[in-house]
């Protein structure tokens, strides 16, 4: 990702200038200097090619006339009265996607006084964020790209704006968080397994996380038989991996517990998936991937809160060793699961976690991510998380924090009517229940092993962690989301 700096001047060396212009031609203060310098060359260039301002969208003018700059990029801002965080963010993520490749190794946009819905600090910090984010990239293993298609920019500079860069902190910490997420879905799972994903975590014990980890003769003792069911067939070990932030200073605070799905790759198991796009389920871990980042930015950016999240780490492979549709295997907690389709083994696998998170840590919160059913991406497509709860106030905090991180979540139903569904008749319950209402049966069966008074949610993430084409904030490929939405519910509700 490129280096976000909040220098007092431009430096003078000639690079490239971004300045902002808003609905109706208004110029800010940096554009209305660039247009007299020009002698008038950037109100000419907006005329030519019907600029709006709407936010994000760009003229770019190569090496003006009397304009000491590589290039001047004018980028709509949008009404002012919208101009907020999340606006922010998309001009910075317009400006990496534009710049990224351009040759240029510097760019700075001037934001004196310009009109924001929030401080302009804020909104400088957001836009350093935005670019951060959209300039990341996962070309570890090209070996033969044409150097037009490497990435040249290195840095962005805000200028005009004093005091962003203390603000701008909390967020780098949270882009790094991202990072590591979207680094882990990203990764193939001949690199990324239970084990090598462990191994990859220990770095945050540097940031003060502590971590625990239960290899596989931990969870036979413990009676972990769903979980372990899922990974029988792969000679690849499960895991079992906790990672505590407490930045309450108190050891005795109650923690808020996220438990992630980390399927490191999904075949499907016996009940095997088709082929085509078979190696897309190497993201089947994304939930695991989102909370790991978000324990990195909480810890990264010393949130005054007491988190703890457990990740459920195993791999789904058809051996002969693996088990078969009909098989009935007893999870943690002593409730039998008769599996009826391998292929729905996210929900085995979360079970044991959040009841051994229970039994562990005690705690009034637990929220699950799991990139879980294809059918919440059949109901929600790719615009929202799927979210399902028992408490109506947890519901609302989730809401607000998707709708303030730009990570948004749909609430949908659970209930008795449904719960009947996945009744089994040989043992407590069967993993699938019919197609219709999929991804509502699979919350119903995790929802049985959520402990009377703890308020839960179940977020289904399966369209949101992989993107076939680019977004505000993020370039196709893994998107990492998950990590600022659990951060900012963590920061709207959980610390002072």
Not at 100 to 107: F, H
Not at 233 to 252: C, E, F, Q, Y
Request: hydrophobic letters at 45%; proline letters at 4%.
């Amino acid at each position: 990702m490129i280096t976000i700096g909040f220098p007092t001047a431009i430096d003078s060396t000639p690079h490239a200038q971004i300045v902002l212009v808003g609905p109706d031609m208004a110029l800010s203060a940096a554009a209305a200097a660039i247009d007299t310098a020009s002698a008038g060359q950037l109100r000419q260039a907006l005329t030519t090619a019907r600029f709006d301002g709407e936010a994000g969208s760009i003229v770019e003018i190569i090496a003006p006339a009397g304009v000491a700059a590589t290039r001047v990029l004018a980028i709509g801002c949008g009404p002012a009265d919208k101009a907020n965080a999340a606006q922010f963010e998309k001009l910075g993520g317009a400006i990496a996607a534009r710049l990224q490749t351009s040759g240029e190794t510097r760019a700075s946009v001037d934001l004196s006084g310009v009109t924001a819905a929030l401080p302009l600090a804020g909104a400088a910090a957001h836009l350093g964020h935005g670019a951060m984010l959209r300039s990341y990239r996962f070309d570890k293993y090209r070996t033969t790209m044409k150097a037009k298609a490497k990435p040249t920019l290195e840095a962005l500079d805000i200028v005009g704006v004093p005091g962003a860069d203390v603000y701008h902190a909390n967020l780098a910490a949270i882009a790094a968080g991202v990072a590591r997420t979207r680094d882990l879905v990203s990764e193939p799972a001949n690199i990324i397994y239970p084990e090598s994903f462990v191994e990859s975590a220990r770095s945050l014990a540097d940031l003060g996380v502590e971590l625990t980890v239960l290899g596989e003769p931990e969870m036979k003792a413990l009676g972990m038989g769903a979980l372990l069911g899922v990974a029988q067939g792969s000679v690849r070990a499960p895991r079992l991996l906790a990672m505590r932030w407490n930045g309450t200073g108190n050891p005795d605070a109650k923690p808020v517990v996220f438990v992630g799905k980390g399927v490191t790759f999904d075949t499907g198991g016996i009940s095997i998936k088709p082929a085509a796009n078979m190696e897309d389920m190497k993201w089947d871990m994304g939930g695991a991937g989102a909370v790991t980042g978000a324990m990195h930015a909480l810890a990264a950016r010393k949130a005054k809160a007491h988190v703890i999240g457990v990740v459920g780490l195993v791999e789904n492979m058809p051996d002969g060793n693996a088990q078969r549709p009909g098989d009935v295997v007893t999870s943690m907690n002593g409730q039998t699961i008769e599996v009826i389709n391998t292929d729905a083994e996210g929900r085995l696998v979360l079970c044991d976690a959040i009841w051994w998170a229970q039994e562990q840590f005690n705690p009034e919160v637990v929220i699950d991510l799991a990139t879980l059913t294809g059918a919440i991406i059949i109901s929600l497509g790719h615009e929202y998380g799927g979210m399902f709860a028992n408490d109506d106030g947890l519901a609302k905090q989730l809401k607000t924090a998707g709708e303030t991180s730009g990570e948004r979540l749909w609430r949908m139903p659970i209930g008795d009517a449904y719960d009947g569904l996945i009744d089994s008749a040989i043992a407590d319950m069967k993993n699938v229940g019919p197609r219709e209402g999929g991804s509502v049966t699979a919350a119903q069966f995790i929802k049985r092993f959520v402990k009377p008074g703890v308020k839960w949610a179940h977020l289904d993430i399966a369209g949101m962690v992989w993107a076939a084409k680019p977004g505000a904030v993020f370039d196709k490929g893994a998107t990492g989301y998950g990590v600022r939405l659990l951060d900012r519910f963590i920061a709207e509700n959980y610390e002072a």
